[in-house]
DNA sequence: ATTACTAGTAGACGAGTAA
DNA sequence: TTTACTCGTCTACTAGTAA
């Protein structure tokens, strides 16, 4: 993605076209990027092309918007900010113990992945996850966490079954060390699977729906 | 400043240059911003024209470093993008208020909800409810918010009669902490109850019909 | 290996203008 | 007023190469 394209969709949502449509006339957002009228204009036109807005052409005035893949794009250079700028070497997630509804669980205590977890991570995994509700206001540092390496758990098939690649981060509960893991490919994830080498409910004396901060490395 | 000073900028800041001097070579620049050795030997060359950079040029290998005009100048486009993805964490919902026929407050006040939105809230409402209809092209936007997580209120029975699961979105009324409450299992609604440690009507002088907006934080 | 000059070129931009 | 075409200019880039 070139440069100029994501300057553009930053004054772009700077003018609030992130979640709504909004009037701008090509000299307008000329006059943001700091250039004509015609550049704007075809910059525009670049930006529908990539799929990064949509436009709805009025007779007046047209009306543009950001699309979900526009949104991404910016999201991107957003993190490489706030790792810049926010991240030490680790991030802190808060959120709430969850029942796992047997579906991560059923998935993490395959062998394809218990296999390369322990060597991986150096631990045999408890069999078994702590299911983890991410607050909505941390969701976000997910992204930040899965725009760095990770350790990369290779998918596999099994019995007819796949199942997809998955990153494991360490991490620290309570100074206990484990891991989250979460799908390589998937875009919002609001719930995390926690592996550890203990039972970790029982260990830590957790309950359903008791708070917890999970202490992510980079 | 011109994006591509700024690209470059964040680049060398991701490859460590904020506080301290790092090694690259024109080339393992080059690499990183997709240009040719030559284009970042000269974008080298321009940033420190601009003061946005030191440099050690050594035998080897030149060494690098941002001034604090660079790191101002990176701080400047890093708060675009806070005020861009900060802000945005809210949907407002337009309505009016009608008169609860009592129902949904005898509801909200039943004591089972009232322990936990204290708890849960850091608040204890006041007992009673504002009843708001939310327009009707605005019906929609309450699905976005009952697709995050907001807080979850558990449901009880008590004397016979059972109480079921509802969601509790932190919101703003005229800058008045307060919540919103909608069932955790039911499709549509288009009214909303709004729980608030003071009693909404009298201290903003609301009128039955009064349109209002209702900031939802997500 | 490096950094950085010169030269040639692709393409980004704005002026003029049509619709 | 709008949006967006063509076209000429200029500049930002890369290749070649020197130090």
């Given at each position: 993605m070139d440069e100029k394209y994501t300057f553009a969709m930053?004054?772009?949502a700077l003018l609030g076209g992130l979640d709504d449509y909004i009037?701008?006339?090509?000299?307008?957002?000329?006059?943001a990027l700091e250039m004509s009228q015609q550049s704007a204009s075809k910059r525009i036109?670049?930006?529908?092309?990539?799929?990064?807005?949509?436009r709805d052409l009025g007779a007046r005035k047209q009306r543009i918007k950001?699309?979900?893949?526009?949104?991404?794009?910016?999201?991107?250079?957003?993190?490489?900010?706030?790792?810049i700028?926010?991240?030490?070497?680790?991030?802190t997630l808060h959120g709430s113990i969850k029942d796992g509804m047997g579906e991560g669980q059923y998935y993490i205590?395959?062998?394809?992945?218990?296999?390369?977890?322990?060597?991986?991570l150096g631990f045999k995994p408890y069999p078994g996850t702590l299911n983890i509700s991410v607050d909505k206001e941390d969701v976000g540092k997910l992204d930040v966490i899965k725009s760095?390496?990770?350790?990369?758990?290779n998918g596999f098939t099994c019995g007819g079954r796949s199942f997809g690649d998955v990153i494991a981060y360490k991490s620290k509960i309570k100074n206990m060390d484990c891991a989250i893991v979460v799908p390589a490919r998937s875009h919002y994830v609001d719930i995390i699977e926690v592996i550890c080498q203990y039972h970790l409910r029982r260990t830590l004396s957790l309950n359903t729906d008791d708070r917890l901060d999970v202490k992510v490395s980079l």
């Open positions: 930053r004054k772009i009037a701008v006339s090509s000299r307008e957002l000329g006059d036109l670049e930006l529908l092309e990539l799929g990064l807005i949509t950001m699309t979900a893949a526009g949104v991404d794009e910016l999201k991107k250079e957003y993190n490489e900010y706030r790792r700028f926010e991240l030490t070497d680790h991030i205590d395959q062998e394809g992945y218990r296999t390369q977890f322990e060597q991986k760095t390496a990770g350790i990369y758990i």
